[in-house]
């Protein structure tokens, strides 16, 4: 579910920089006023605890490097006292073992980028060591925590452009599946795995996203209706909900998938499903 990216997180749609909702955050729609519903990653740093004595805590980053967490956090604005911060930090026991995490949020900055959240397991008295990282678009932690990272920001440009999508108004259009589901486990992040309910939503999807006609572009900068970009989110679930396998996922890609340009599409796929391996732990 995409939440307005970084509208809501710059604090141009009523949000400050560390969540807290100001005066002016409604929307005012000719008779009515809209309130903002609240992203669940805010809440979930909002509500949780934390540390007065953030230099007190020391951290051990996957580089091996020691730093508290004052210090890191500095460190993710550039350490640059003028510049906007929006980063966060809270406890929370992810895996219900008893021991509590220390999550740290932060947000980028940019056009549509990016959430980075860090997670670090409680090691001894005021040390946590780092076991994962997550960066991408919009990542919600839900009540129960459940990760809901979203695929967007990987594919978001994928042969059209970051705000288009495929437009489908009808009762037979395809079902939106564009986020991966992630949970911390036995000291990482694991998938929660597709279920047979799942599996029959993405097949049903690139069955009809197959029958669609063919948009030939005619440029490599040229955008297509957002049809590409449907194909790759559900191709992107598929592979991380049902094993990680690249060899069944371009199978399924080849089955429904016969465009012209289907090499180069795949090509793009494997490229931009690489470069989300590499960034996240997961």
């Known amino acids: 579910m995409n939440k307005f990216f970084a509208l809501v997180m710059t604090g ?4 400050s920089a560390n969540g807290q909702e100001e005066k002016d955050s409604v929307m005012y729609a000719r008779d009515s006023v809209i309130e903002l519903e609240t ?4 809440l979930f ?3 949780a605890e934390k540390t007065k004595s953030p230099g007190k805590l020391t ?3 996957k580089s091996k490097k020691t730093v508290t967490l004052k210090k890191f956090i500095a460190g993710l604005n550039g350490d640059l006292a003028d510049a906007p911060l929006y980063a966060d930090h809270a406890f929370s026991d992810l895996d219900n073992d008893g021991k509590k995490e220390l999550l740290i949020w932060n947000y980028t900055g940019g ?3 990016c959430d980075e ?3 670090f397991r409680n090691a001894s008295a005021n040390k946590y060591q780092q076991t994962a990282k997550l960066f991408g678009g919009h990542t919600m932690i839900m009540e129960d925590r459940i990760f809901q990272f979203s695929l967007n920001e990987y594919f978001g440009y994928f042969f059209t452009c970051y705000a288009c999508g495929y437009g489908d108004t009808t009762d037979a259009a395809p079902i939106d599946v564009s986020s991966v ?3 911390y486990k036995n000291g990482r992040l694991q998938i929660i795995p597709g279920d047979k309910e799942l599996k029959s939503i ?3 999807n690139l069955g009809k996203l197959g029958e669609q006609p063919y948009e030939k572009l005619a440029d490599v900068t040229d955008f297509d209706n957002g049809l590409r970009k449907e194909f790759a989110f559900n191709l992107a679930a598929y592979y991380y909900a049902f094993g990680k396998n690249l060899i069944e996922t371009q199978k399924l890609f080849n089955k429904y998938y016969k465009f012209p340009d289907a090499k180069k599409v795949w090509s793009a796929f494997a490229k931009n499903l690489a470069a989300l391996k590499a960034d996240n732990d997961f």
């Open 12 to 15: 141009l749609l009523g949000l």
């Open 39 to 42: 992203d669940p990653t805010t």
């Open 45 to 47: 740093f909002q509500q």
């Open 59 to 61: 951290l051990v980053t």
């Open 111 to 113: 056009a549509h980028c």
């Open 117 to 119: 959240i860090y997670i």
């Open 181 to 183: 589901a992630l949970k």
């Open 202 to 204: 993405i097949y049903d």
